[in-house]
């Protein structure tokens, strides 16, 4: 038996373009938005909403951006197939240059923040659903939080008007009793509003740990593409659509894209479970020390990495 | 708070000898057994118990026989630093070559069967106990065994005098509801025994399902290095030692082991997360079509491998 509340939103392009800087060329960006409409993905991430001028066009791909001409690039001159959404980072978009909805192709805005930013979050999601945008925040690196900050925030946010609040596992650091505790803390403390999961593979633990979730109550669950997606990567979108009930899901287009256009990638970066990545994800840290061997000369170093990583001076 | 009862069994030689035909030289084996002794881990799996011309050496390296002169090269002239284990297949050793303990290095012999195969089972484990050994048996693929039979077989290994039964997901099928149904019934069918588990990491549930064990009872841990193993691999044993909480446990030595020895073996062959072990997984079938598949000239075929494992004809 499903749970009809269930809504899954692919990151592919938005958390793996972490990994390349979203270079993925048109053709990846739409046959994994064709893949996912069959699938009956409920919502594609696209890429973030920042302000031109923020970042190089340069240096980073369209998907950095999310402008309507490239979205509109994407879907083409048929009907809409499947809600996208795009991340905003605080302080990297200008209120003004998010359009009003009618004006956007994107269906939802979330707003990934740390806890020391919730009032700006919630100010801007607010922003966002006066716009006319479906909203989420999402609360990173929550396993760094210590008990009265997160008691703070979470008060905060229960007197928003943001109706989905987002647990998420920035560093792979949790174990499924974890994200049980924290699923029944955010339930109880946010009556009335829905949760979300998104959660890092550092420990090969993503997938489980939505698992998990989902037992636990909560209803939005994030997945990519085979993993891909920063560091360790995140739950794989297969594994998660094998798992749920709901008829509507189909791996097959799922398996299809990640042969035509995911398995390539897989040999030009490395995302997944690696010794690093791992490391970090044990030692609840953040993963940049990881990227940065994993993109050295010397990734198999790994003892150095351990020995670095667990010094305590 | 750790749990004195629990004892970590790791398999990298055995299970990962199904990759490489046990290809492993001296070097590895001494340096993962020194490793394996250093982090605290209770038993080493070396490889399997067979009759020797069941198969031939040309083919097949010492660690698919285990004789007593290759444990002594790896072991040296100190004393033991580790209880070693082989594993026992049924008809593939012949009772009289098996030696008295006390005239061998081995400590445990876990008996392998499936379920049709367990009075076979008891018999050969029995003989291995009057001889010496500790023992287990271990009931593979217990994912396709329907309720009578499994009934049927926990009630003959109930009267036993085996002391530790193994739930083994050999096609690395389950979720962690299905270890915690079946921990519960291996509990209460086999009073005053010990429980172990085993896995495989097709859906990338290895850990997660040995983490779920052990809050389920289960006492007998099995991993390996890098989740070094048949197909998907197993559950990585430095995950699951950094997870434990006893003090004697030391994840150093793991990854500097993995360093020097698992790390170049990733170049030679393909264990772990790969699309075509992901989908036997789910299918809750042998590895032994996406095993041919990965070894073939197109493993990236993984659409078409997809509609050969899902078709009904």
Same mark, same amino acid.
């Given at each position: 038996?499903?749970?009809?509340?269930?809504?899954?939103?692919?990151?592919?392009? +938005?958390?793996?373009?972490?990994?390349?800087?979203?270079?993925?060329?048109?053709?990846?960006?739409?046959?994994?938005?064709?893949?996912?409409?069959?699938?009956?993905?409920?919502?594609?991430?696209i890429?973030?909403?920042?302000?031109?001028?923020?970042?190089?066009?340069?240096?980073?791909?369209?998907?950095?951006?999310?402008?309507?001409?490239?979205?509109?690039? !994407?879907?083409?001159?048929?009907?809409?197939?499947?809600?996208?959404?795009?991340?905003?980072?605080?302080?990297?978009?200008?209120?003004?240059?998010?359009?009003?909805?009618?004006?956007?192709s994107?269906?939802?805005?979330?707003?990934?923040?740390?806890?020391? =930013?919730?009032?700006?979050?919630?100010?801007?999601?607010?922003?966002c659903?006066?716009?006319?945008?479906? @909203?989420?925040? %999402?609360?990173?690196?929550?396993?760094?939080?210590?008990l +009265?900050?997160?008691?703070?925030?979470?008060?905060? /946010?229960?007197?928003?008007?943001?109706?989905?609040?987002?647990?998420?596992?920035?560093?792979?650091?949790?174990?499924?009793?974890?994200?049980?505790? /924290?699923?029944? +803390?955010?339930?109880?403390?946010?009556?009335?509003?829905?949760?979300?999961?998104?959660?890092?593979?550092?420990?090969?633990?993503?997938?489980? %740990?939505?698992?998990?979730? !989902?037992?636990?109550?909560?209803?939005?669950?994030?997945?990519?593409?085979?993993?891909?997606?920063?560091?360790?990567? %995140?739950?794989?979108?297969?594994?998660?659509?094998?798992?749920?009930?709901?008829?509507?899901?189909?791996? +097959?287009?799922?398996?299809?894209?990640?042969?035509?256009? !995911?398995l390539?990638? @897989?040999?030009?970066?490395?995302?997944?479970?690696?010794?690093?990545?791992?490391? @970090?994800?044990?030692?609840?840290q953040?993963?940049?020390?990881?990227?940065?061997?994993?993109?050295?000369?010397?990734?198999?170093?790994?003892?150095?990495?351990?020995? =670095?990583?667990?010094?305590?001076?």
């Amino acid at each position: 038996m499903y749970r009809p509340e269930i809504k899954v939103i692919d990151c592919t392009v +938005r958390d793996g373009g972490l990994m390349n800087k979203w270079q993925f060329d048109d053709k990846f960006v739409r046959q994994v938005y064709e893949a996912l409409a069959k699938a009956g993905i409920d919502y594609m991430e696209i890429g973030y909403l920042s302000s031109e001028g923020m970042f190089s066009r340069d240096e980073v791909g369209p998907w950095k951006f999310c402008a309507e001409e490239d979205l509109k690039r !994407i879907i083409g001159k048929s009907e809409k197939k499947i809600k996208l959404s795009a991340m905003a980072d605080i302080g990297r978009i200008d209120y003004d240059d998010i359009p009003l909805k009618e004006n956007s192709s994107l269906d939802m805005i979330r707003v990934a923040c740390y806890v020391h =930013q919730v009032d700006a979050a919630i100010d801007l999601a607010h922003h966002c659903i006066d716009k006319g945008y479906e @909203t989420t925040i %999402n609360l990173m690196a929550v396993s760094t939080v210590g008990l +009265r900050d997160l008691e703070e925030a979470l008060g905060d /946010l229960a007197k928003s008007r943001v109706p989905i609040i987002y647990l998420v596992d920035s560093f792979g650091a949790f174990y499924s009793e974890d994200v049980e505790t /924290l699923a029944k +803390r955010y339930m109880d403390s946010l009556p009335g509003k829905t949760i979300g999961i998104h959660s890092h593979n550092n420990q090969q633990l993503a997938f489980a %740990n939505t698992i998990t979730s !989902i037992i636990s109550g909560i209803n939005y669950l994030d997945a990519t593409l085979y993993g891909i997606g920063r560091g360790a990567g %995140n739950c794989p979108l297969e594994l998660l659509i094998s798992f749920l009930k709901n008829p509507k899901f189909k791996v +097959r287009p799922l398996i299809e894209v990640i042969e035509q256009q !995911i398995l390539p990638w @897989t040999k030009k970066i490395d995302w997944g479970y690696f010794i690093p990545y791992m490391v @970090t994800g044990v030692l609840n840290q953040h993963p940049r020390t990881a990227i940065a061997i994993m993109e050295s000369e010397h990734p198999e170093k790994i003892t150095e990495f351990f020995d =670095q990583a667990t010094s305590v001076s």
